[in-house]
């Protein structure tokens, strides 16, 4: 695998009230044949995440067609799961609908947030989306105490399989808790109910504090996963901690292994993705295969994109 850099599609910049900074998270649609939609995450000026999305030309992500004038789904009400904070994390086309599975932010006290994962369909191709309930898909529960966040949602046949991410607890770091978290893997036969395994699919080592956001695919047979991953300390200021891209294979899509070092694509030596690359989505035009990701800040730096090298 290697990846030929393109550079930055689109960065807010006080866009408007609610999309002042941040495109994170990008999820990519093809609306038809030329078009493809990008999802995002971005930030009203009090810091919270809305989703929205821009147009972008198929063969030239860089050409930005349109960018949408206002959120797609609506905060929670106080005390909601998403109260906070809504960001896209993947988008499921099925008989007519698209599911969006999303991230819903909450502010805590003895630790800084809470993330669990929420569900919202849309019959506009896209355009609004009703959230099914008030509640989440994925909140804690018995075996699973922290939080649940960044859905990968696949179909296959009659079998829907996700890969989420799973905190594990909270580590205090110099004085500021931060979180350590793997992939794990959940089921269901509707995209609505879903059972956890509590198959652990990709997991953390003593070089690797978390393991976020996958994006699984299908390629000759062979699951492949990209995701991001980065060190427990120090990780938002120090660029040899901070996010960067993995990779990993599995037969089955449960039994995975780790092959970070044939991801493909580094942070470059300057610029908006020098000290960060997370949060990627791949997407697939007329046979080359475009990767979508972030750079610096979470998301601050705005959209980029890479375009698979086929030599």
């Known amino acids: 695998m290697k990846w030929i ?31 493809l939609r990008i999802y995002f995450g971005t930030r009203d000026r009090e810091g919270r995440s809305q989703t929205s999305y821009i147009e972008v030309e198929a063969s030239r992500p860089d050409n930005v067609l349109y960018i949408h004038d206002k959120p797609v789904i609506s905060l929670g009400r106080p005390g909601a799961f998403d109260d906070n904070g809504i960001m896209p994390s993947w988008i499921v086309n099925q008989e007519n609908r698209q599911y969006l599975y999303y991230i819903g932010w909450s502010r805590q006290v003895t630790v800084p947030y809470h993330l669990a994962i929420g569900l919202a369909i849309s019959e506009d191709r896209g355009q609004t989306f009703r959230k099914i309930s008030e509640g989440p898909l994925f909140d804690r529960s018995p075996d699973q105490p922290f939080f649940s ?3 990968c949602v696949m179909l296959e046949g009659d079998s829907w399989r996700m890969w989420y991410v799973s905190c594990t607890g909270w580590a205090n770091i110099n004085g500021r808790v931060e979180p350590r978290y793997h992939v794990k893997y959940a089921e269901s036969h509707d995209g609505i109910s ?3 395994t509590g198959r652990v699919c990709v997991d953390y080592d003593e070089r690797t504090g978390a393991i976020g956001r996958p994006c699984v695919y299908r390629e000759d047979g062979v699951y492949k996963m990209l995701y991001s991953y980065r060190g427990i300390r120090d990780y938002r200021t120090d660029p040899t901690q901070s996010y960067r891209l993995g990779f990993a294979e599995s037969t089955d899509g449960l039994v995975w292994t780790r092959r970070d070092e044939e991801v493909g694509i580094e942070r470059s030596a300057s610029g908006w993705d020098s000290e960060m690359m997370e949060y990627c989505s791949l997407y697939q035009h007329d046979g080359p295969s475009y990767l979508f990701y972030n750079g610096n800040g979470f998301g601050q730096t705005g959209i980029g994109y890479a375009l698979q090298d086929a030599r």
């Open 194 to 196: 879903w059972l956890r």
């Open 149 to 151: 966040t960044a859905p």
């Open 5 to 35: 850099k393109k550079g930055v599609i689109f960065a807010p910049d006080n866009n408007y009230d609610w999309m002042a900074s941040h495109a994170s998270v990008p999820v990519v649609d093809q609306v038809f044949a030329g078009l």
